[in-house]
Every structure is written in C-alpha cells, then in structure tokens.
C-alpha cells in the first residue's frame, strides 16, 4: 500500500521564483487523494540528511500563495553536492519516513543527485518516484529552452545596465559591471536588453564562451571611449584565458576558492577592481568605475518577470503530475512552440545531470564583444510584461552669443 507521503527540497542558489515552483509542487499534490501528506526538507540534501522537515500540508492556501511571490528559497538552501555514500544516506531517510515521491529544485548538481538517489531506489527495489525540477539564473540547464530564475535575473540585469548607461551619460568615464555566470554568459549577456538608442551602453560584452584577452579588451574599451568619449562594460564572472584560467585568479594574488575547490567568483568584488585599475593605469582614463552584481540579482525584490513565475509554478505543477501519472523518473523541461508560448516534458536524468549548457554561438557577435539579434529575439519575451523605459532630451542648440565660432 503507499504510504501517500512526498517530499520537496530546494538546492542551490535562491531565485526570484523558486518559491513559485515549491507552491506548485504542494498546491497540485493537494489535487491528489492518494498524497496524504507533503514534506519540505529545510536547506536542501542537508536537511534531509538531518531529517529535519516540515509539514507543508498544514499550511493555508493563502499563505502559500504569499511565499510563492516571495524571492529566495522558503525552505532555505544548501551548496551541499551529494557524491554515492551521501546519495545512499539521503536514501535511506526517504526510506526511513515512507517517502514515495521525491521532488528536487535546483540546478545541474541537483539533477545529479535526483538521479543518484533514484537509481539507489531501483537497486534496493523501492517504489520512488523521483523527479528534478529546474532551477538556475545562469540558464545553463541542457535540454532547456531557459530555466525558471533566469528571466527574472536578466531582467534586473537587463534595468540595472539601463540606469547605470543613463548615469555614464550625465557623468561619461567607464563603467564596468560584473555579472554572475562562471561558464554561461546569458545573465551577462541580458545586459544588452538595457539599451535604447545606438550609442547606449552596454557598449562591450564579454562572456566565458569567448576567450578572454586583456590587450584586446584595453584596445576595445579604448575605442570605444575614443568614439563615445564612455565606455559601459558587461562582463561575466567567468571570463577565462586560453587556458581556461579565471581571469580573476590570474589578476589577484588571494582568492577564496568554495566547497567544491572553483575559485569564489561571486563573493567579492575583486574582478571589477582589478580590470578598473587596468584601464586607469594603462588607458590613463581617470573617472573609471566598477560594480559586482554579485547576489543582488538573485533574488531581487520588486524585479520579477511575470513569465518566469507563471513558468515556475507550471514546472512544479508539472512535476507532480508526470510523477502521479507517469511511470519513470525525469528532469522536467522548458520547451518553446511558438513566440511566445512554452510546452513541458520531462527528460530522462542522465540526459540532464552533470552537463552544462553554455551560449550557442548564433548569440554571440563575431566580435565576441555584443550579441546578436538572435539573443534579444530569444530573451525579450522572457522579461515579462512593463519592462522600463528611458527616454532623451533632443538637444535643439542655441545659437553662442560670445563665442559664435566655437
């Protein structure tokens, strides 16, 4: 008989609509009479390592609804990345309480783990459903035609280059902005999305698809403030050489590395730093300014795409019901059919975990320093709805009076 009992867990970084995706996983159980209770893990694999749950088939509809608009992962999160001995131990908990559904938000570890624990569960021939439901601003998911997070991230990137352009243009120097992305460069290249006119920033993009070389970026910025007399600056936090070192490793003497041994890219503002005091020393341009994004465009309150959270909803909906009706495990995806409109399927795991998606290159410019249209086809739609705007003086000239030749 089952024992009528799932489980949710958020994993990775918090998004804007993470909580949209837990909602949809307990709100579309509730449909079900054979669920008879709905258990969310607190930080992710940790918590359920620690066995410490809560029952979310005691909360209210409407309080449900509250936290589904509410940014960053109501559960809370882990960096935790479960190898087969931490797999096993997961197992066993789900075991333990009964558990015959198990639903995992998150990224491309998250898929891995979903992927491990189920095939622990075919081994020992236990009855788990288990599905990965995705999750990641860096958009880097294969089989995806974007991930849930990522449209609301790039449109805080997107605003926040727009206003930081209108600020280079009252105040002309150069403005560097890091973005999030240690192998991807969509949020980086969501940038883009700020610009109006023909000389709005961002001016220069550059992205980790794209090899990275500091005398080539010195003569590119030095162009461009030559023509504009400013110079706005998209860069990803992952931007490496030819040998695919962090461009900010190989600038900075000290730098904190995570759990998993990548050196901390998002943690500080380091990148920015060293590339300003480039241009400053080399170009000799003195109002030189720089910016870390860094969490900020995570879970940004007030700066959500209202595609994304109806996206994040339906691929929790969707999870429960290929695990309801189905009969396999699977990474649920984002599929587009039309402009705009997106259809799910759910993937095997192996297809999905351990791999990582970067920019195709029909995105990128042969300059390696811009997008395409092709890009801005593809994200405008992801933004959402009341997108900002920002308009110019047309600066009809009076005649000089003094100085009438000048």
């Not at 607190?42 to 589904?68: S, W, Y």
């Not at 109501?74 to 131990?89: F, N």
Request: proline share 4%; hydrophobic share 40%.
């Amino acid at each position: 008989m089952a024992s009528g009992k799932i489980l949710v867990a958020q994993g990775g970084g918090p998004t804007a609509v993470i909580n949209q995706s837990l909602v949809g996983v307990a709100m579309e159980a509730r449909r079900f009479t054979t669920i008879e209770r709905i258990y969310g893990a607190r930080h992710g694999v940790r918590g359920i390592i620690n066995e410490d749950f809560v029952d979310l088939t005691q909360e209210t509809h409407h309080n449900l609804e509250l936290v589904a608009s509410t940014p960053s992962s109501a559960l809370g999160s882990t960096r935790d990345k479960p190898d087969l001995p931490y797999c096993k131990e997961i197992f066993k908990v789900l075991q333990a309480h009964q558990i015959e559904h198990f639903f995992y938000i998150g990224g491309n570890d998250s898929s891995d783990t979903v992927r491990i624990v189920s095939q622990e569960a075919q081994k020992a021939g236990y009855p788990l459903r288990a599905i990965h439901i995705p999750k990641t601003i860096d958009n880097d998911l294969v089989g995806n035609d974007h991930t849930p997070g990522f449209p609301s991230a790039a449109r805080f990137v997107a605003q926040a280059f727009a206003g930081a352009n209108l600020d280079n243009a009252a105040l002309p120097g150069v403005y560097v902005g890091i973005v999030m992305g240690r192998h991807a460069g969509f949020l980086t290249a969501a940038a883009a999305l700020g610009k109006k006119f023909p000389d709005d920033g961002p001016h220069l993009i550059y992205v980790p698809e794209r090899t990275f070389v500091l005398e080539n970026f010195l003569a590119d910025v030095k162009r461009v403030y030559e023509r504009y007399g400013r110079c706005v600056i998209a860069v990803s936090e992952g931007i490496h050489d030819a040998s695919g070192s962090a461009i900010a490793s190989l600038l900075a003497k000290d730098l904190e590395h995570d759990a998993h041994g990548n050196v901390q890219l998002s943690g500080n503002g380091a990148l920015a730093d060293l590339l300003c005091e480039e241009i400053k020393s080399k170009l000799k341009i003195k109002r030189v300014r720089g910016d870390t994004f860094g969490y900020l465009q995570r879970s940004f309150i007030g700066c959500v795409s209202d595609v994304d959270q109806r996206e994040a909803r339906e691929v929790g909906e969707k999870a429960v019901q290929f695990a309801m009706w189905g009969s396999r495990n699977g990474s649920v995806a984002i599929k587009r059919t039309g402009f705009y409109s997106v259809d799910y399927e759910l993937l095997a795991l192996e297809a999905v975990a351990g791999k990582t998606r970067v920019m195709e290159d029909e995105f990128i410019t042969s300059s390696g320093t811009d997008v395409t249209d092709a890009f801005r086809l593809y994200l405008r739609p992801l933004l959402g709805s009341g997108m900002p705007d920002a308009f110019r003086l047309r600066h009809h000239p009076v005649p000089k009076v003094l100085n009438p030749g000048s």
